[in-house]
């Protein structure tokens, strides 16, 4: 996953600043939310909605389909409230069939506190109020698809937000059913060897927790505990929230930062064994209960690492359908200004060949950063120089400008790098 630039804070909210109700003052369990009779939560299913009819039967649909990205905030505010939500995304799809959209790319639209742009999520069921509820995503299933346009969401596998239920029931209550569904440990020692994402807002990929007296695992913010995927409810728990919006009519996912799921001792805790093993889990319950939807990993890794995220070549790929291709991005930034060829076919003669059903995700911009972590340091000044004359357009390892911008709004240009990009 990308370094984001949308948080509005980070770190974690201390206990004289949470809420009672998050800290789980109220009610029985401590979140005050209602149970089944082993002390699980009770959570919506798919059948309290009305849902959406299916796309049109065609299983490789993603090969050759344009994915357009819509930040549901910024996007058509329906009811004039100043935030963009699904119904305004709704009345505005003649326009995006028009554009020749084939995909709509929605970032996470589920109830969260906002401390990561919606990337901490509360609730994997929900909708955020602001933007409207399961039924109006429902409603915009059904537009999209009697349009032809198909709809996929990203979906956090690695973490939670800090307030969701599950991780207040698992600090409040260690022995209680959520107690083994995060990382916890009594010192902060362990896994060392993995690096620290966010390097200039967290320094160690621990936090201590005085509720329930251990340090917690994060890879990312210290307010997103990192789920503990050596549970096997915890694994059993995410795949029914795939089944949740699957059943609901969505066409796929963008799985976020998969490389990070398991922890292993002696390494990077990145691409691990296990990691692929639950992919193919995930597939599994896509091709046996839902053919024709698609699973896209977001790696940020080099292609012979990323490659692995399509499974076993022998049987046409059995984890992710696609994958981004992130080192080539900023190549072809850098192919048009030297007017050369030469770090695009550099890239893709690295590039390792792919399962026959798999398909390589490529992409311009999204709503991260242009990131640079894949280029040389004189790559990465080269395109600075070129991209960000100003200091305040640097972001982290990238450059945090749109994509107008930063083609100096350059209609020529535009049509240019788009050609590059679909041919």
């Known amino acids: 996953?990308?370094?984001?630039?949308?948080?509005?804070?980070?770190?974690?909210?201390?206990?004289?600043?949470?809420?009672?109700?998050?800290?789980?003052?109220?009610?029985?369990?401590?979140?005050?939310?209602?149970?089944?009779?082993?002390?699980?939560?009770?959570?919506?299913?798919?059948?309290?909605?009305?849902?959406?009819?299916?796309?049109?039967?065609?299983?490789?649909?993603?090969?050759?389909?344009?994915?357009?990205?819509?930040?549901?905030?910024?996007?058509?505010?329906?009811?004039?409230?100043?935030?963009?939500?699904?119904?305004?995304?709704?009345?505005?799809?003649?326009?995006?069939?028009?554009?020749?959209?084939?995909?709509?790319?929605?970032?996470?639209?589920y109830a969260s506190p906002l401390r990561d742009g919606g990337y901490d999520i509360s609730d994997f069921r929900a909708v955020l109020p602001e933007f409207g509820t399961v039924e109006d995503f429902v409603y915009l299933l059904e537009e999209a698809h009697r349009r032809g346009i198909r709809v996929i969401t990203d979906l956090v596998l690695n973490h939670t937000s800090d307030a969701h239920p599950w991780f207040q029931e698992s600090r409040q209550n260690p022995d209680g059913p959520y107690g083994d569904y995060y990382v916890w440990s009594d010192d902060d020692s362990r896994y060392s060897d993995a690096r620290i994402i966010f390097v200039d807002t967290e320094t160690s990929n621990w936090t201590y927790d005085p509720v329930r007296g251990q340090f917690f695992w994060h890879r990312f913010f210290s307010h997103q505990p990192d789920l503990n995927y050596e549970n096997p409810e915890v694994q059993e728990a995410m795949l029914d929230i795939l089944r949740f919006w699957l059943d609901l009519g969505i066409d796929g996912f963008r799985l976020d930062a998969v490389p990070y799921l398991f922890e292993e001792e002696g390494t990077i805790c990145e691409n691990l064994p296990r990691t692929h093993e639950f992919l193919k889990k995930c597939r599994k319950v896509v091709d046996d209960e839902f053919p024709g939807r698609v699973l896209l990993a977001e790696a940020n890794q080099w292609p012979s690492d990323v490659v692995e995220y399509f499974g076993d070549p022998a049987v046409g790929g059995d984890e992710c359908h696609m994958a981004f291709h992130f080192p080539l991005m900023p190549r072809i930034f850098m192919a048009v200004r030297r007017e050369s060829r030469f770090p695009i076919s550099e890239i893709l003669a690295q590039t390792p060949a792919i399962p026959e059903n798999a398909q390589w995700g490529i992409f311009l911009r999204n709503h991260d950063e242009l990131t640079l972590e894949m280029v040389s340091d004189e790559e990465r000044d080269y395109m600075y120089s070129e991209y960000a004359k100003d200091p305040r357009m640097k972001a982290n390892i990238g450059i945090r400008r749109r994509l107008a911008p930063l083609l100096e709004n350059d209609r020529n240009q535009h049509e240019l790098f788009t050609a590059l990009l679909l041919s």
């Open 1 to 109: 996953m990308l370094t984001r630039t949308t948080p509005d804070e980070v770190g974690t909210m201390s206990d004289d600043t949470r809420p009672d109700s998050a800290l789980g003052l109220e009610g029985t369990p401590h979140t005050g939310e209602a149970v089944d009779a082993e002390g699980f939560l009770v959570e919506p299913q798919a059948e309290d909605f009305k849902s959406a009819k299916p796309a049109s039967a065609n299983p490789d649909w993603f090969k050759g389909a344009v994915f357009y990205e819509v930040l549901v905030r910024a996007f058509s505010d329906s009811n004039g409230d100043g935030t963009g939500d699904l119904r305004g995304l709704a009345s505005r799809l003649d326009y995006l069939e028009w554009l020749g959209v084939d995909c709509l790319w929605l970032p996470p639209f």
